[in-house]
Structures are given as C-alpha cells and as structure tokens.
C-alpha cells in the first residue's frame, strides 16, 4: 500500500511537468511566428517641372583653306619642284611648263612691231626729198610732151584736112596725146601726195597695227608668267599629279594645298537646337577624345537639305595641338522640356496594366516610429536616359520610392527604410 501510494504521486508529477513544458514550447512557437518588418532602400524624389536631355551633333574638321590648282594653259610640265607632304610657303614654286615656242612666238611678233614702228616713223617723217625732186621731174617731163603733142596734133589736123596724110596718122597722134595727159595727171596727184605727206587715216592705222602687237606680247608675257605654277598661300601639298613631261589641259588639277595652321569645325544642328548657339559663344567640342574650346564664327544662311540641318562653323581659340582635317568632331547641347514630374532609377520600376509602369512610394505609419506602408503609384515613362527613367504620375513634392527588389513587397506592406534617403 504504502508502494502504490508513491507511485501514484509520481504519476501526477510527471504529468503536470510534462504540461507545463508542452505549455512554455507552445509560448515559443507563438513568439517566433509573429510577423517580421522588411526593410527596404529608397530614394527621396523630389518633383520637377522640366527636364533636360542631351544631343549629340557631329561634323568634321576642315582647313581654312584648300586650293586646288592648275596650269591656265596647255602645254609639257618641264620641271615639278615640290612632292606630296611637303610644306611649301606663299609663292613657293611647284611646277613649270615648257616655254620654247612662247619665247619663238615671242620673238616673231617682235620683230613684226619693229617693223611697223620704222614703217610709222616714215609716215610721220614725211617722204624724202630726193623722191620729191623725182616727181617733179617726171610731172614736168609729161608737161612738155603734153604741149608738144598738142601742137603736132593741130599741125596733123592741117595737113589731114588738105589731104597730104591719112586718116589714120591723125588719130594715132590724137591717141598719143590723150595717154600723155592721162599720165600727166597721175604724176601730178602723186607729186602732190608726196608733198602733202601721209594721210591721217594711214597713220592711225599704223599706230593700231603696232598696238596689237603690244598686246600680243603683253598676253605671250602672262602666258610665260604663269608658266610657273606657285603656291597662293602657305600649307602642305595634299596632292600631286604632276610629273616631268607630262601633257596638262588648263583646268586639270595638278596640285592641291592645305593650310594646316587654323582649322574650323563644320557641325550641323537641328533648326530647335540650332536657336541655342549665341554666336561668339565658346563651346566644349569633341575631337578624339578630347575637349577643346571652340567659338561659333558664324552659320550658313540656309537649311542643308540632305541633313535638315543648319551648319555652324566653330574655330579653335587654342593652339592646334594634334587635331587634322577630316576628324569627326562632335558638340553636346542640353534640351530642356517643360514638363512636370520626378527622375527614377529604372530597378524602382515594376511592370504595370495597360501599358503603364508602377513604382512602390512609402507613407509614413503614424502609430509607430520608422514603419512605412506601401503604396504603389502608376507612372507613365517621359523620357529615359542611361540607368534612370524621368516619369508622370500622382506624387506629392517630396515622394519617398523604394530603389530597388520591388519584386520583394506588396501593396500595403509595413517596412522600415534600411538606409538614409538622398534627394533625387
């Protein structure tokens, strides 16, 4: 009996043990299955009412100045004085053409102008005295036969009328008289040419003669002159195509020259973007890889029409320092858009209905310090740019927007912020 007692008592000693230990494992479970509060990164936005975006505009390099050049005749190249690469000054001479038959040609009508000035000079000095003393004598001459034969021809008249001669002695002394005064009046009008000297139509027919052959000269003169191909202006020889005995047309580039010295960028903007550059304005230009400054100089006056652009013309305002003609050169421009609302990183974003995007916004909990509630807002996409996204939507001025893992929450979740909000 006194066994049986004991181990009832033990009985119930275990029992109530084992209770209270089923108990405490249960306050345990209870504790641990309690909610927990996700924390969450977030950005602190802060809303817009515009928005920039950058363009980007390219171009070249060109020189100020670029000749081509050409002979302005035709002919055999002599001698070629310069080669491709090499640095010639203003006047330097490049090539020349072979000039025999312009000094031939040359010579021929000079000696044609000598003679038409001693030609001139006799006009002018009148015919000489001893040509003069010749006339005279000749017209004379014809005078006296004229008279003789006036009064052989009475004296034949006379005896033809009797009968003692025929008819036909008569008219051969009345023939005979009327040649020598014909001859007499035409030495007469050549004695009193040579005493009136030259006309004044003679002389100024003579001078035109020798003006045109001054003229000639003056063109065969230019002609050898340019003969000689020079360089207008300092640079390099970009181009040859001259070569000793070599044919050329007028017109056909031989030689094309480059002046490396100043340079200019040759750049088109759109019509809205072109209204941003002030002229005389320095600009950050883009020339492989590297900034310079550059000053809008001007602009063309019309719309390129295979670009629809305009053209500007930028000069450097440094020293060329390893920049050559034909680089691509490139100019950024800011755009501003007058539209409201806020720059989100693109991971704040999750996929939303009909199109749109969502974001997930934090609203404060009032009851309890550092807990937020979730809210999600439907944004839609004005623009995008690199790793963010600038979007319209219902926000406050001051929003708060988790950054990143919006997979991880759900509307109307309570979270914590993890990290302090910088403004974006």
Known sequence: MKYL?????????????????????TDVKIKNISPTILPVSVIK????????????YSGYIEPYLVSELSFEREGKIKEVY???GAYVSKGSPLAKLSTVLLEMSKQQISA???????KLKEMLNGERKESIDVAKAVYSGLVEQVSF???????????YSKGTIAIEEYETTQSNLKVLKTAQKAAHKQ?????????????AQQNALIKSFQIQLRKINVHIKNSLLTSPHSGIVSFKKATPGKFVQPNQTNFRIIEVHKLKAKIGLTISMAKQI??????DVEIANSKYKMMALTKLPEVDKYTNTIIFIFTLTQKKMNIYPGELARIKLLQTYKKRGIWLPITSLLKGNRGLWSCFTLKKNSKVANIYTVVKKDVEIIHVKDNEVFVRGDFLKTTIVIKNGVHRVTPLQQVNIANEPYFH
Request: proline residues 0%; aromatic residues 14%.
């Open 5 to 25: 007692s004991f181990f009832c008592y033990a009985v119930v000693f275990f029992t109530v043990f084992w209770g209270i230990q089923k108990h405490l494992q």
């Open 45 to 56: 936005c802060v809303v817009k009412n515009q928005y920039q975006t950058e363009h980007v």
């Open 82 to 84: 310069a080669n491709e």
């Open 112 to 118: 044609e102008k000598n003679a038409a000035e001693a």
């Open 149 to 159: 034969a006036n009064k052989k021809l009475d004296r034949f008249q006379h005896l």
């Open 191 to 203: 004695l009193q040419k040579l005493l009136a000297g030259t006309r004044e139509e003679t002389i």
């Open 278 to 283: 002030k002229l005389g304005r320095l600009y």
